[in-house]
């Protein structure tokens, strides 16, 4: 139990080290430096979606034959649907974007921003607990080093995304202290709901090829609706191309050393 503590804790410790570099750090991120950085968890996050969670989640389903794609089919478009849906009812307002999206409400761009970045933090809790409630229960052919290696991917993407929100918002006036307390609070729902999915283990293993592929389908709504648009604007994109190919292969190596 306690390597399953430790790896729920995990992304959210490099949510913090990534916040922290706001007290390190004197200048705001370049425009390249965040596109790099976007790019490089991006390439994480799509190598986590094939690796951790789509493949493990056909193989699951291997003993319905030909049909053993429905479940991934199925809970793929639950997690883009169910991503929509939030981009539809949470207010928020994206890194960069002048209009906020969601329903209209008056709240401070400070606080937009950070439900921005918790909204698309939230696939990514599912998707660790997930894994870590099918290890616990033994049932389905998932091995602590799987289970650990999308956590550590997680933690490495989530790193350059904390300083992201963090010195971005320390530019535009925040203290220090305060846009570290926002980039940590943007990555406090990875634990939470990776917690949450542990909790009802006994009705994610039944289900567990829809859940791996609803996770999956969210966390790539994430990479596509905004760390890829985010990566590819403006001039010299091919730096957010070469730092998602890095990040793809830096997870894909780590699953395949670990799992």
């Known amino acids: 139990m306690k390597e399953t503590l430790f790896g729920l804790l995990i992304p959210f ?30 390439g994480v996050m799509t190598a986590a979606f094939v690796w951790s969670l789509i493949i493990p989640a056909i ?15 199925v809970g793929f478009w639950a997690g883009i649907l169910f991503l929509l849906l ?9 890194r960069r974007a002048n209009q906020t999206e969601g329903p209209h ?3 401070a761009r400070t606080t937009m921003m ?13 998707a660790v607990g997930v894994v870590y409630a099918g290890f616990l229960s033994g049932e389905v052919e ?7 290696a999308l956590a550590l991917g997680i933690a490495i993407q989530n790193f350059p995304e904390g ?21 940590v609070l943007c990555g406090a729902v990875e634990p939470i709901f990776g917690a949450l999915t542990i909790l009802f283990a006994g009705l994610v293993v039944p289900a567990m090829p829809y859940l791996l592929s609803f996770a999956a389908g969210a966390m790539i709504y994430v990479v596509v609706e905004e760390l890829v648009p985010e990566m590819s604007a403006g ?17 894909m190596a780590l699953e395949v050393a670990l799992g």
């Open 86 to 94: 939030l981009d539809r009812v949470v207010p928020h307002l994206h």
């Open 163 to 183: 300083a992201i929100v963090s010195m971005p918002l320390h530019a535009e006036g925040k203290s220090k202290g305060r846009s570290f307390v926002y980039g």
């Open 105 to 107: 409400k008056r709240l």
């Open 59 to 73: 193989e699951q389903s291997s003993a319905m034959g030909q049909w053993a794609f429905v479940p991934a089919f």
């Open 142 to 148: 998932i091995t602590a080093g799987g289970a650990l």
């Open 235 to 251: 001039n010299h994109s091919n730096v957010g191309v070469l730092l998602f190919s890095a990040g793809f292969t830096v997870m």
């Open 114 to 126: 950070v439900l921005a970045v918790t909204l698309h933090n939230i696939p990514e809790g599912m």
């Open 13 to 42: 410790a490099g949510t913090i080290a990534g916040s922290a570099c706001v007290f390190f750090m004197r200048k705001q991120l370049s425009v390249a430096v965040q596109r790099a950085l976007t790019g490089f968890a991006a």
